[in-house]
């Protein structure tokens, strides 16, 4: 899956009205990806730790928690690419998905359920980038 593959099946699955930490996207990319080909649920997961990590950037989080600047970050993501490339031209962007809590934890796991559902197996995987919080070392040097 590429880039542009990756946010467009962010927009197709996310939902027209409102959706506190992105409940409602979370279940329709399961969804989706469990009736998708592995390899999608695998480049799937991959284009979202990338975006993650490009995320892990000093000027972003340097006053959350580890959990709380991951959730935040996976908000952005979740909000589509016109977000997600405005936080990355401005990091002033990122500033309100902190302060009003805009998370959505559950973007994290939408890769393993839908293997779960496709296999009936856990999925012990690992991606080329960690998008945990301040692994992105380039992003938190001085």
């Known amino acids: 899956m590429n880039e542009d593959a990756f946010w467009q099946l962010i927009e197709e699955c996310r939902p027209s009205g409102p959706d506190p930490?992105?409940?409602?996207?979370?279940?329709?990319?399961?969804?989706?990806?469990?009736?998708?080909?592995?390899?999608?649920v695998i480049g799937f997961a991959e284009q979202l730790s990338w975006a993650l990590y490009r995320l892990d950037r000093k000027e972003y989080g340097h006053d959350l928690s580890a959990d709380a600047f991951l959730y935040t970050r996976a908000g952005v993501v979740a909000a589509g690419r016109a977000v997600f490339d405005s936080v990355l031209q401005n990091p002033a962007v990122f500033a309100p998905y902190a302060a009003d809590s805009v998370w959505a934890e559950g973007l994290l796991y939408a890769p393993d359920r839908a293997y779960e559902r496709m296999t009936g197996e856990e999925w012990d995987r690992a991606t080329r980038y960690s998008y945990e919080s301040y692994s992105n070392t380039e992003g938190w040097a001085a």
């Open 21 to 40: 930490d992105a409940e409602l996207l979370v279940a329709g990319m399961t969804e989706r990806l469990a009736r998708s080909p592995l390899s999608l």
